[in-house]
């Protein structure tokens, strides 16, 4: 029966629920009457179960251990690369306006540092309103169909970014952008999660991960080298950045629509014995996917209602946040240490690559020892204390090395905080609203709900402030003279 990772070792005091015949692992058919799991019964021990798979069940002949290393490897060389260049293009698409930023755009296009924040937020404003409207589109069309065309969409998008003359046009480029992206990392995050069991799960998005650190790596480099390019056929560097980045990216469409799969059980690379082997081993952990499940309005109340869907979205929101700032303005921060333009697009590359051997530390770790709540504990501590440096030194060389401390400690953290949620949601039609749903409220809710409160605390400490000053000129005292004074 299916099961929940806790996020910890088995030993950790998680109760294992006694059910009939639980010690083996049960074909599809036993689960096709199953039309929802309760949640809360169904908390497994990891280890138990972990040692149940590998001894009890090749003992009994269910699933031979060698057979399953045969089938997961099989998995990897059809899936990992694949999946590895959508994840690459995903991020170097989203974060290359940081490096088109210091290559140019501002000053080329016009734009006030207003009009270039709201530009770069204006991503996140559709990509919010579009992740879960996405996955439910994936769910009830198909991967091969929805993930190329948003995935299509946003290469032209990127592409089109290039040849916005103001304002304007990149905001509806960047609009788009985000609405396209929205539903790619979490359709991914869904297919690969029916696929993997939950130990196997963590080591693969660690490695899709890195995915997004060698972007950020490869995309200061890109940045330099379109740079020479600038002036040729009367376009700047930057330009030629977005066409760079973009045009690939609709041929990986294309590619993507022939190679997706929705489910295994329909390729053509697995056997007959091995798509059997792979439903009696994810068995364990999800209800069959019968695809006939429809989406209603007690799928969203049972994502909405249940407290793993916030606690998974805090978890992400403050793991993201430290990602998508190092990704989006190291070019610009390394370039306010007092390096040149050029050397700061070079020096971008360094603390990349970095955080793309510690996100695979961190998928390795959480595989290997089943355990997540440790690894973002210890990169929460290792980011502040990086972020804490850049408010000590002075030094730009020494700026620059905290800069190091960052990507360590999200790196650790990456794979924990994304793939959580994918593995603790046994049916598969919440599932697929959920991981969504993880995404969106951490973009949306929370951070709105957390900048609303810090704005509101800052305001009010302000105003008490003034209000103190203001009484200590004022040669009225009173405190009504004061508090006009302060309002005013």
């Known amino acids: 029966m299916p099961k929940f990772d806790t996020g910890t070792d088995a030993d950790s005091g998680f109760s294992y629920v006694p059910l009939e015949n639980s010690r083996h692992v049960h074909p599809p058919s036993t689960l096709d009457n199953v039309s929802q799991f309760d949640n809360e019964k169904f908390f497994l021990d990891d280890n138990r179960l972990s040692s149940l798979t590998k001894d009890e069940e090749s003992n009994s002949g269910i699933i031979n251990a060698e057979d399953e290393k045969k089938l997961v490897r099989k998995l990897d060389l059809h899936i990992m690369p694949l999946f590895c260049l959508f994840y690459f293009s995903d991020y170097l698409d989203r974060a290359n306006i940081g490096n088109a930023t210091l290559a140019g755009l501002q000053a080329d296009l016009g734009m006030t ?81 029916k696929v993997y069991k939950p130990k196997e799960f963590s080591f693969r998005v660690g490695i899709l991960l890195t995915m997004a650190t060698l ?27 977005f066409i760079v980045e973009g045009v690939p990216t609709v041929v990986l469409a294309i590619v993507s629509f022939f190679y997706l799969f929705d489910d295994l059980q329909n390729v053509k690379w697995l056997t007959l014995e091995q798509k059997d082997l792979q439903s009696q081993r994810i068995a364990l952990h999800q209800n069959a996917d019968t695809g006939r499940k429809p989406i209603t309005i007690e799928t969203f109340k049972t994502v909405f209602l249940d407290w793993k869907t916030w606690a998974f979205s805090f978890v992400f929101l403050f793991n993201h946040i ?24 070079l020096l971008t590359a360094p603390p990349f690559g970095v955080a793309t051997l510690s996100v695979l530390l961190g998928g390795y770790l959480a595989s290997r020892f089943n355990f997540r709540s440790p690894l973002l504990a210890a990169g929460s501590i290792i980011i502040a204390m990086g ?32 793939g959580w949620s994918a593995i603790n949601y046994p049916d598969l039609t919440v599932r697929a609203v959920a991981v969504a749903a993880v995404l969106m409220i951490a973009f949306g809710m929370i951070f709105n709900l957390v900048t609303s409160l810090v704005s509101a605390s800052l305001s009010g400490l302000t105003g008490y402030i003034l209000y103190k000053e203001n009484c200590r000129r004022d040669s009225d005292p009173t405190e009504k003279v004061c508090l006009c004074c302060c309002i005013a």
Request: hydrophobic share 50%.
């Open 113 to 193: 540092a207003t009009q270039l924040s709201a530009a770069i937020s204006a991503f996140f404003i559709t990509y919010i309103l579009f992740e879960i409207p996405s996955n439910c589109i994936l769910k009830k069309t198909s991967a091969r169909y929805w993930l190329s065309f948003i995935m299509l969409v946003w290469g032209i998008s990127t592409v089109l970014t290039a040849f916005c003359t103001n304002f304007t046009g990149l905001m509806i480029a960047r609009l788009i952008l985000g609405a396209a992206e929205a539903g790619y990392i979490p359709g991914i995050m869904y297919i690969l999660s």
């Open 215 to 241: 972007s950020g790596l490869c995309s200061g480099p890109l940045t330099y080298a379109t740079s020479y390019l600038d002036g040729k056929n009367g376009l700047h560097g930057w330009q030629y950045l």
């Open 322 to 345: 430290n990602v998508m700032s190092i990704t989006v303005f190291a070019p610009i921060l390394i370039g306010s240490f007092g390096f040149t333009s050029t050397t700061a697009q």
């Open 387 to 418: 972020y804490s440096s850049l408010l000590i030194f002075t030094n730009k060389w020494a700026l620059y090395t905290t800069l190091f401390l960052i990507p360590i400690g999200m790196g650790l953290q990456a794979a924990a905080a994304i």
